[in-house]
Every structure is written in structure tokens, then in C-alpha cells.
């Protein structure tokens, strides 16, 4: 399955693209994510916990990251197995663009999914793909900028402005 | 008054009390000590390089006894294939191995990479989720056409590409059909799927394997249709365990529809492991195993062309057919959309040139094979579909056109190498007409508009041939086993009997209508005589049950058998009563003197012949007990009319099935309530097929329709009240009992019954509709509406 969708995130693309390489980040965002180790150069890697419909499975998997064209664009792409579950696989390609107000984060992903998963929940698996990354985008955009809802970050309020929790520790 | 003893009694199935209170014995309720459990660990990838398999971790889980692997199976062999096709250029089929664990590399999703056996299922499992396998992902070849072309991925690497035959029948017509076509008044051409089915019986399959040390016996307890095919083809071709060595044992099977035909890994599994590790080992498939390793059906991609004259007389039938095999060659695989499906194609008309080609493909899908109907539904489906096409761009009716060329005169040689014995297509479809109504269809369908609905009906006839087969025909058509079947009459010394037939039965009524062709010919009552089948070490060799061959060809065998015991009685008759063997008449379960008031009761001449005080011991053995083995002449020829009332929701294109008519020719009938019973089953299956069942895999080789959620299954309320009738009856004149088989009829007539009253209701609705493929699901009728 393929799909592609942009999010405007208010922080330079600068900000935007050392989040998205950094573990911690991506465990935060990651649905069900347990586990983050690793670096751009030498790959993530990952242990995902999730359900789709009846299956629920581990999912551990490396992640990679390659052409990197630092702030501009970056590939990612991984493949998890989730033993008796199945696997699943694909690629996202992201590109950032700076706007008046941050960046525009533009991605496309190429999802294929395999065994009991494909078996099971082949009806259900695009909703499912879909869901996990607009989670995974909203989570990013949350960790960068601060949260939508204001209550929901009271640290933030006190501050007097809305932070992102990845944003406040690289401007402490 | 209908009888209600005999042959032509509707008998209650006896089985039944066993099977509807929980008394059943399947293959998973045996259990023997020590008894280990296999969990197979399966590919999730369609193709792929295996480049490692790591067991050491699995192998220290707890319960492990042995965790085995393809290479475990070098110097096995693999899966045998039992039938050889020859191509159109002489050549024959490719032909790859089937390992029973995949080496090297997998080739569908679902084939099975290694086998972890333990002390439970649990931990079975458990460690199947710590072996290691790497698999380097190859691209798939999925789809027929896109698998023949240049480039495409191959299979299997050590073939030039992924076509195992390329097949021409008949290859001398080729010329005067094209011939045909080229001066035809009109040609009407049809392209179509015939989807790929699951068989999904409901008990999905089960293999036990146990080996005895004392004696050097194995023992595979399976789910089978043929227990002594099995045994041939494991002992012989897989394991080298000579037969005496091997016994293989089908008990009650709930459900095979051909699926439970063929030999599969798993059981070669269980009894290779219970030979290695001395302990019972066992397997029981889950539902969704069953989805990708049970053999699938149909899956056929066609072009027909039907040549008409300028009176609408058929002149020619040509069709191209793409044939799924799938990864590897299944039992019969190659016989399917060949012998069982060419010879079918003149169907039940007088065209007199037909030239069939069938292209057969290997692909990264779970192998395919016979399901209900083998190739003959297929046959059926496309012709009946040209037919009705052709009938309405010609403007003319459906069932005049079929009747104006129905075959008439029998026998009848057809082009496509057959004959036909017996039929009366005019009378089936006279009947037809008589008990679906087609006089007021108008007035219904008046009625479903005035709704909002659209009505359309659809007619079918179909030909099948069946009781197969004649063993020295399939013989030089590539079988590589013979196709009769065998009986062995074992009268006890008070007259009950016992029958050990070659047959099968799983779910077709064997213990009750056997039963019933005995007590015919004995003049006794049918509860005196019991079936035993199942079980190779107390039946005599025979081939099981599948092509509707179970009461022509097993039923003859007893006929036979039946008419030694006869014949042997009446010796002892004669000397009981003193008078010469050729006035011994047996009647209603006495032997007389013909022309006097002597006579000995049934039950004293077996006495005599098992406590021989008073015995011609000189002349005759005592005992009584005879075997005979029945190979037919000529297949059997069951045919029909079908006809279907649909109506489509034109909101949703919903298609539910309205009424449904059935008038078939079986030739003679032993129980006619069984008989209807098959008719419903398969009809029911047809129907399935028609607007809900569908196999799909993507793109990539992932099976994606593989669970309940995904797989539609006809349901109770999928299905309207059938009119069923086989009182048309043109007996089979070859063998003894003049009866024809009536297993698949079902499934074959219904289909095309279907989709010609879909076409039928959205035509009447003023939708350009020519043809629809199946599964007619709401979402293909509505888009088809929608043009």
C-alpha cells in the first residue's frame, strides 16, 4: 500500500531534521515503540508492539536511514518480524521544506505487509497503516512544536509559551 | 408405495446418529501413548532464498524432541505426481520436485520451512518462534499471464521458464476449427475467470504417524479420501516403506470435496518423524493453515469462441486457458484442467469441431487441484456462459438455442475423444422447465419490479463425466495408477455381512446406501450388512472416492463380488436341498427349487457353509467370502438442466438467490434422499462460487482472503429452497447397476445457472452487461451497473 500526506511543523527544518534522527525522538513517536537503539549511520533498531485487528504481535526490525541530504530530504526504511504474526515492511521518503511559519514535512510510504498479518488483516491493513502514520506524524509534530492542546502540557503553560519537549532540551 | 428396503429406498443415513450426537471418530479424536505434536513452521514470504535456518535456540526450548528441517529430508523423496500430461508438441510436462520441507528455497506462502516436534503443541509452537531462518525475498510470479512473459521471476530456477505444459485438444482439430470460425455466420467470444476456490471442508486436515519397533509397522492415521492411493504413493515414492510395512487408516472424514484426494507433506511428515524419534507424531491443521496448504481449486483465466451457422447450429468451440498450478505439481494436478476438463467441452451439444488449449503455469501460490467437479465446472462455466452470450446478441432464446443443438442420438462420439452412452437432454429440460416455472417468470419478475428489484433468470445444462474412469484409457492419457475399485463380501456364519469396499466414504452415505445394493440382490434386509472402509489393513486395494466414481465404480465392484457370493450359495444350496445348481432360485433372501415348494433360508446355507457337516466338500471350499475388483468400460455420463432466479438490488447490487431448480439424469438411483442431499451440498457450493467465494493473494504473493473474516462461505441464508428432481433417468449401460454418479453435479450446473440470471437481471434493467466475473460480489455488480 502506498500513501503520502505533509504536516507544517512550527520549528526550522534544522530542528525538524535532527528530531527525526534521534532515537529518543523516535521511540516517543513510534506507536508502541519499547525500544529505540542505534544511529543515522549505522541504523536503528527497533521493537514495536502493536495489534492489528485479531494479530497481536512483537515486531523487532532495523531501521535505516540513506540519502541524506541534510535539511532537505532523507529516506527511511525498515522491516520488522513479528515471528508467527508475520512482517512488515516498507519505506518512507521525507522531504523538508522551509515555511513562514517552520517547515512543511512531505512524506510518501510504501507499506507491504506479509504472513498471518497479510492472512488476517488484509481488509484492515491500509485503515491500520494509515492510522499508525498519521500517529507516528502527530506524535512528531507534538514532540517538536508542544502539544495541540494546551492542558495537556502544563510545563508549557508555566513556561509561558508552548514548547515541544524535544525543542525545550535542545534549547536548554 | 416407495419401498423402503433395497435399492431405491430413501433410507435414513445411518451414519448420521453417529455424526449429529458427537459419536464420530476422526482422525484428531485417536491418540496414542507417548504421542508427540509437530507445529510447522511456514513461510511468510511467496518466494525467497533460504539462507539460513539457526535451530540451536529452538532446540534447548522446553519439551523439544527434535526440531527437523529440509536437510533432514535429503535422500527422501519428494511429492509424487500421479499423472503425466504430454504437450501439444509431444513433450512431456515439466515436472519439479516437491520436497516435503522446502530446500533452498520456498516457493509459496505457507510452505512449510521446518517442523518443530515436542511433547506439546504449546511448546511446539513456542519454539517455532525461536528458529532463526534467513530468507533473501526473490519478486514473486503471481500472475498466469505475467509469469509466461520474458523475464518474469521462474519458480522453479532449474526450469527454462514457468509453463509446465502447453496442451492441444484436440491438436488434429486445431486446422478445421479455425476453419470453422473463419466461415462462421457469427462468433461469439467470451473472456472469463474461474475464480480460485479454498474447499474448506470442515474438518480441516489431521495425520498421525506412529511407528512399532516390535514389528517394524508404521502406521499414518489422516484425513483422507483414498487411504490406499496414499499408501502407494507415501510408501513407494516418499519413504521406500514397503507396503506390508505401512498401514494407512481414514477414519470418519468429515468433508473432503477433493482436497483430502491428494498426498500431502504433513502426512509424509508424521511418518517419516515417528520412524526418527520412535514416538507417535501428530498434526492437526488449523483453519488457517488449511488456507495455505490444503490444495486450492478452479483458478482458471479463459477465451472461448462459439462458431455459429447462419441457423444458429454450433459449428465450432474454440478457448484458450491460462491454468493456475500453483509452486508445485499436486497429486492430480495435471489431469485437471486437462482430461477433466477438455473432454467436457462439447457438453451436451452436437458442435463438431472443438479445440481446446490449455496453458498450465507454475506460480508462487499454494498448488491447485481438484475441488469438487475437477475441470468440469470449468467446462461447463465457459460454454454455458458463451451460450447464453451468444443466444442474446442473436436475439434469440437461451433454452431454444440449447435445445436446437442438444445431442440427440447416443451413443455419441464428441470431438474432444469421449462417448457418451446414455442421456436425454430434451427430457431434463423439459422437466426443468415443468418444475422451475419458466412460464411464470414473467409475472414474478413483474412483481420483483414493482419492488425495485431487477429478476433474471439463468439456465444451465451441464455433461460430467465421472465414474472414473477406465483404467487402461487414463492409462495412455498419463495416469499413473489405475482407476478401478474393489469389493470383498463377507458373509458371517448367521448371514450377516460384512463389505470391505476400496471406497471412501466421508460424508456421501457409503454405510447406508451400500448396504442398500447388497439387500437387493440378496432379497435380505439392508441392517444385516455393514461397511467397512477406511482402513488399508482390513480392505482390499482400491482407489478411493472422488470424481463421482464411489457407487459406479465401487458399487460394481460389490455387484460383482455380490454375484460370486450368489453363485457360491446356490452350489450350496443345491446340495443342501438335494437338487441340481440350475433350478436354484434366490428369492427375497431364500433359495428354492424353481417349479417345487424347497426351500432353505439364507441364513442355512451360510451355516453350512462355515459348519460344513453337511457340505460338498469335494466340489466347493467351505466359507463365504469373495472379493472382486471392477474396472469400467466407459466413463459415466450424469447430465442436466439447471435454472437460477436472481434478483439484484439495483441500490446496492446485492444479488440474492431466489429460486433454484435442478433436474438431473443420474441414470438409475439407489437412494434417492441421498441423492438429494448431494444435489443441495453442491449446489450450495455453486452458488458459493458464484457470488461469494474468492482466493486472493496480492501482488506480492500474500495470501490475503485466508480466514473466515476474508473468505465468504455460503451460508444457510445464501441459499433459497431447491426443486430438485431426478426422475429423468437413461440408466449407464456399461456397468451393473446402470447408474451414472451424482457427487459434483451440483457444483458443476450451478455457476453459469448463476451469473446467466445476474446478466439476465441487469439486462432487464437496461445495463449493457455482457458478462460478469465471479465472485459476483454487491461491489462487481454495482460497478458493472455503473458501467
Known amino acids: 500500500m502506498k500513501m503520502s500526506d505533509s504536516r507544517e511543523i512550527k520549528a526550522a527544518p534544522e530542528v525538524v531534521w535532527a528530531a527525526i534522527l534521534d532515537p529518543e525522538v523516535l521511540k516517543a513517536c ?56 508475520g512482517f512488515a515492511k516498507g519505506g518512507a521518503d521525507v522531504k523538508l521544506e522551509p515555511t513562514d511559519a517552520g517547515t512543511m514535512l512531505h512524506y510518501d510510504v510504501e507499506a507491504k505487509v506479509g504472513g498471518k498479518l497479510a492472512q488476517l488483516g488484509s481488509r484492515i491493513i491500509d485503515g491500520f497503516a494509515k492510522n499508525m502514520a498519521d500517529k507516528f506524524f502527530q506524535n512528531f509534530q507534538e514532540a517538536v512544536e508542544g502539544p495541540a492542546d494546551p492542558d495537556a502540557a502544563p510545563e508549557a503553560e508555566a513556561d509561558g509559551k508552548k514548547k515541544g519537549w524535544f525543542k525545550r532540551m535542545v534549547s536548554n | ?21 458427537g459419536h464420530g471418530k476422526y482422525t484428531d479424536d485417536i491418540n496414542v501413548l507417548h504421542q508427540t505434536y509437530v507445529h510447522f513452521l511456514r513461510s511468510d514470504v511467496a518466494h525467497g532464498k533460504i539462507t539460513s535456518i539457526d535451530t540451536a535456540e529452538a532446540a534447548k526450548m522446553p519439551g523439544v524432541v527434535r526440531i527437523f528441517t529440509g536437510a533432514d529430508f535429503e535422500g527422501v523423496g519428494g511429492l509424487p505426481c500421479g499423472w503425466q500430461v504430454t504437450d501439444r508438441h509431444g513433450e512431456p510436462m515439466k515436472e519439479p520436485p516437491h520436497p516435503v520441507l522446502a530446500q533452498g528455497k520456498v516457493r509459496h506462502v505457507g510452505e512449510p520451512i521446518a ?28 500472475d498466469m499471464k505475467a509469469a509466461l512473459k520474458d523475464g518474469a521471476p521462474k519458480v522453479h530456477d532449474e526450469l527454462s521458464d514457468n509453463l509446465c505444459y502447453d496442451w492441444g485438444f484436440v491438436e488434429e482439430n486445431k486446422g478445421a476449427v479455425e476453419e470453422a470460425i473463419k466461415n462462421a455466420a457469427h462468433v461469439t467470444t467470451l473472456e472469463l475467470v474461474n475464480n480460485r476456490l479454498v474447499a474448506n471442508p470442515m474438518e480441516p486436515r489431521v495425520a498421525l504417524g506412529d511407528y512399532n519397533r516390535s514389528d517394524d509397522m508404521s ?33 470418519d472424514v468429515g468433508g473432503g470435496f477433493g482436497t483430502k484426494i491428494f498426498h500431502y507433506a504433513e502426512e509424509a511428515f508424521c511418518t ?107 467446462a461447463t462455466f465457459q460454454l454455458e456462459r458463451v451460450i447464453d452470450k451468444a443466444a442474446r446478441e442473436l436475439g434469440v432464446d437461451p433454452i431454444a438455442l440449447r435445445k436446437q443443438n442438444f445431442i440427440t442420438e447416443f451413443p455419441y462420439a464428441t470431438p474432444v475423444a469421449v462417448e457418451y452412452d446414455t442421456g436425454d437432454y430434451m427430457a431434463t429440460m423439459a422437466k426443468l422447465e415443468e418444475i422451475a416455472d419458466v412460464k411464470g417468470f414473467a409475472a414474478r419478475r413483474a412483481e420483483s419490479e414493482k419492488n425495485g428489484k431487477l429478476r433474471g433468470l439463468g439456465i444451465n445444462c451441464y455433461i460430467e463425466a465421472c465414474g472414473i474412469a477406465p483404467s487402461n484409457l487414463v492409462g495412455q492419457l498419463g495416469a499413473r495408477a489405475g482407476l478401478y475399485e474393489s469389493a470383498t463380501v ?10 470391505m469396499t476400496g471406497s471412501h466414504s466421508h460424508g456421501q452415505g457409503h454405510e447406508t446406501a451400500f448396504p442398500q445394493v447388497v439387500a437387493e440382490m440378496l432379497g435380505i434386509d439392508e441392517s444385516m450388512i ?21 457407487i459406479a465404480v465401487g458399487g460394481s465392484a460389490m455387484v460383482r463380488a455380490t454375484e460370486k457370493i450368489i453363485n457360491k450359495a446356490k452350489k450350496i444350496a443345491a446340495h443342501l436341498m438335494e437338487a441340481s445348481e440350475a433350478d436354484i432360485e434366490l428369492k427375497d433372501g431364500a433359495f428354492s427349487v424353481a417349479g417345487t415348494d424347497k426351500s432353505v433360508a439364507w441364513g442355512d446355507v ?139 453435479a451440483g457444483a458443476i450446473g450451478s455457476p453459469p445457472a448463476v451469473i446467466n440470471a445476474v446478466v439476465d437481471a441487469l439486462q432487464s434493467g437496461g445495463h449493457k452487461v455482457t458478462h460478469i466475473d465471479m465472485p459476483a460480489t454487491p461491489s462487481r455488480v454495482w460497478a458493472a451497473m455503473q458501467g
Open chain 1, 30 to 85: 513510534v506507536p508502541g515503540c519499547t525500544e529505540m537503539t542505534g544511529s543515522p549511520e549505522d541504523g536503528f533498531e527497533a521493537t514495536v508492539v502493536q495489534k492489528v485487528g485479531p494479530v497481536k504481535a512483537t515486531f523487532k526490525g532495523q531501521v535505516t536511514i540513506s540519502d541524506m541530504n541534510e535539511p532537505n530530504s532523507l529516506t527511511l526504511s525498515g522491516e520488522g518480524k513479528g515471528g508467527a504474526a
Open chain 2, 272 to 378: 517419516f518423524a515417528a520412524r526418527q524419534i520412535k514416538r507417535p507424531v501428530k498434526w492437526t491443521s488449523t483453519r488457517s493453515e488449511a488456507f495455505m496448504s490444503d490444495a486450492h481449486g478452479r483458478d482458471h483465466v479463459t477465451k472461448i469462441e462459439l462458431a455459429l451457422d447462419k441457423d444458429n447450429n454450433f459449428t465450432a468451440i474454440r478457448t484458450e486457458t491460462y491454468a493456475n498450478m500453483g509452486a508445485y505439481l499436486s497429486t492430480f494436478a495435471p489431469s485437471v484442467p486437462t482430461w477433466l476438463h477438455g473432454t467436457l467441452m462439447a457438453g451436451n451439444y452436437k458442435t463438431p469441431n472443438i479445440y481446446v488449449n490449455v496453458k498450465a503455469v507454475f506460480t508462487n501460490t499454494v498448488p491447485v487441484d481438484a475441488y469438487r467437479g475437477a475441470g468440469r465446472p470449468e
Open chain 2, 1 to 21: 408405495m416407495p419401498k423402503d428396503n433395497g435399492i431405491g429406498a430413501s433410507t435414513k443415513r445411518r451414519e448420521d446418529v453417529r455424526f449429529l450426537t
Open chain 2, 490 to 499: 463377507r458373509v458371517n456364519a448367521t448371514g450377516t455381512i460384512s463389505v
Open chain 2, 219 to 251: 502406521t499414518l492415521y489422516t484425513t483422507s479420501q483414498n487411504p490406499h492411493v496414499i499408501r502407494l504413493l507415501m510408501g513407494a515414492f516418499v519413504l521406500g516403506i514397503p507396503e506390508h510395512k505401512l498401514r494407512v487408516v481414514a477414519p
Open chain 2, 606 to 744: 451360510t451355516l453350512a457353509a462355515y459348519v460344513p457337516h453337511n457340505y460338498p466338500l469335494e466340489d466347493i471350499e467351505p466359507g463365504l467370502e469373495e472379493t472382486a475388483f471392477y474396472d469400467p468400460s466407459n466413463f459415466t455420463y450424469p447430465s442436466g438442466a439447471y435454472c437460477c432466479e436472481v434478483e439484484v438490488d439495483p441500490e446496492t447490487g446485492k444479488v440474492t438467490v431466489e429460486r433454484f431448480a435442478a433436474a438431473d439424469d443420474f441414470g438409475n438411483i439407489i437412494n434417492p434422499m441421498i441423492v438429494s442431499g448431494q444435489v443441495h451440498g453442491g449446489i450450495a457450493q455453486g452458488i458459493g462460487q458464484a457470488l461469494l467465494e474468492n482466493c486472493a493473494y496480492d501482488e506480492n504473493g500474500q495470501l490475503l482472503s485466508a480466514s473466515y473474516m476474508d473468505y465468504a462461505m455460503p451460508r444457510a441464508d445464501d441459499v433459497p429452497f431447491y426443486q430438485v428432481d431426478h426422475s429423468c433417468q437413461t440408466p449407464c449401460t456399461h456397468n451393473p447397476l446402470g447408474v451414472k454418479g451424482c457427487g459434483e
Open chain 2, 530 to 550: 455393514d461397511i467397512v472402509h477406511g482402513d488399508t489393513a482390513n480392505t482390499p486395494m482400491g482407489m478411493g472416492t472422488y470424481g463421482s466414481r464411489s
Open chain 2, 115 to 142: 517442523a518443530v516436534v515436542a511433547d506439546t503443541l504449546a511448546e511446539a509452537r513456542d519454539a517455532a518462534e525461536a528458529i532463526m531462518v534467513e530468507i533473501e525475498d526473490l519478486p514473486a510470479a503471481v
